[in-house]
């Protein structure tokens, strides 16, 4: 394994992600293309998360469809397992003991006072469940695991990284030691991603999505019904691409020259809405060919997935238990 035998300079990155199943452009845009660029840089460990989805899940029938899904995406888009490890957050049941153990150095107020817990409570009343309060610790556990260097995070995991920052501290004051690494925040421009409706984030839950294993009819069904700029009543009206989610998309996956264009014709009405997503759904299918290929390849063999995730499992069970040694020892647990 490369991993195994010469460390990359930079250091081990950690993420975590809950398994939503196939992946949307918004994931894709924001999260994954960045875990394959850091790659190239870094020791890379991606953790499927389902533990942390129990807390706001209502039934777990989909959980380990999504699971496989989620890691089809990652593999296709290119995440490279033979130096990467890819693996199943309960698969190594370490991180609930360390999770245990941190929540001991954790101030409760500090867990109730966070943002996300705030807003998790807004989103299900009905079901506050301790889990839930503990989730930045069972996150915190996860990244001091694996002795992780970096972590990326988007604007809203941040206080989450603070947290296993302020935590890593007091465990090793605490304890007298420096056994737990304090990762460093590498925050990162998560481009806001719209879903077709051209006002709210896009996620699966809003049905505001378009999936990047789509078909290409699915695709083109999906870009045609986007929300353009609202002043744009008739195709003869002037409109406003800094306004419009076509255009921002327009950005990601159309070639320079036709982004400028539409930035002109666009605002003189040289070029129609429907004109201009049909160029969208062309270009979003070409940019998504080849990985298309590589998903419909990798899903012709299921049990080849789940190896490579149970090999992930394996590898990070082994920095696991290192880590754990020396929490034990640095405790003094008998
Ligand atoms: N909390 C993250 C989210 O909701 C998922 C996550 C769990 C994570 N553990 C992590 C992210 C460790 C980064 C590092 O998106």
Redesign the pocket.
Known sequence: MPSATKRKKKGRV?????PTGRQHLGNYLGAIKNYVALQDDYDCVY?I?DL?ALTTLETTENLRQNSYEMALDWLAAGIRPEETIMFIQSHVLEVTELHTILSMVTPLGKLTDLPTFKEKVRQQPHNINYGLVG?PV??AA??VLYKSDA?P?GVD?QP?LEFTREVVRSFNYRFNTQCLIEPEMKATEFPKVLGIDGVQKMSKSLNNHIEIAATPEETQQRVMQMVTDPQRMRRTDPGNPDVCNVFTLHKSFSSPEEVANINVECRRAGIGCVDCKKLLAKNLNEHLRGFRQRRAELDRNPDDVWDILNEGGARAKRIAQATMQEVHAAIGLP
């Open positions: 950690f993420s975590g992600a809950r953790c998360v942390h989730y069972l996150m996860d990244i972590v995070v995991q989450h």
